[in-house]
């Protein structure tokens, strides 16, 4: 008897999720990211093997598998806008009096990227400047 011929009809389960709050460890890899945030700083790791470079840090390399603890320091003043959306209703469909800018930014030469809370002439490829290492970050966009 296989999986496919024994189900008829989608497995349903009716029942609500009372979750207010998740918590999660982030793992060593994360843990150095956050306290480097802490610090005013982006961290991420350098893979040894294959030299690439991730933000935030991860503990294994996505490109040969190689685990890495190589953390490195990232120059934050050459964070770019990859891209953005703008959000102008709430989760509950009301208008904001003031859109939300949400930017992918990204360094030179790595892999990876941070969401952040966007403001100023927020563009795809404009400079930005980190203004708050609260999580998630905030930046400038010149
Ligand atoms: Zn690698």
Do not use: H
């Amino acid at each position: 008897m296989s999986w496919d011929k024994s189900i008829k009809e989608s497995v349903k389960w009716y029942d609500n999720m009372e979750v207010e709050k998740y918590e999660y460890t982030v793992g060593p890899a994360g843990e150095e990211f956050f306290k480097g945030l802490k610090q005013g700083k982006i961290i991420g790791c350098k893979c040894s093997k294959c030299g690439k470079i991730y933000i935030p840090a991860r503990a294994y390399c996505e490109n040969c598998f190689a685990k890495i603890d190589n953390y490195v320091e990232i120059k934050k003043e050459e964070a770019y806008v990859d891209s953005y959306t703008i959000i102008y209703k709430d989760d509950e469909g009301r208008q904001l009096d003031k859109p939300i800018y949400i930017a992918m930014i990204r360094f030179p030469n790595t892999v990876g990227g941070l969401l952040c809370y966007a403001e100023g002439n927020v563009r795809v490829g404009g400079k930005a400047k980190i203004t708050s290492f609260d999580w998630p970050l905030r930046v400038i966009v010149e």
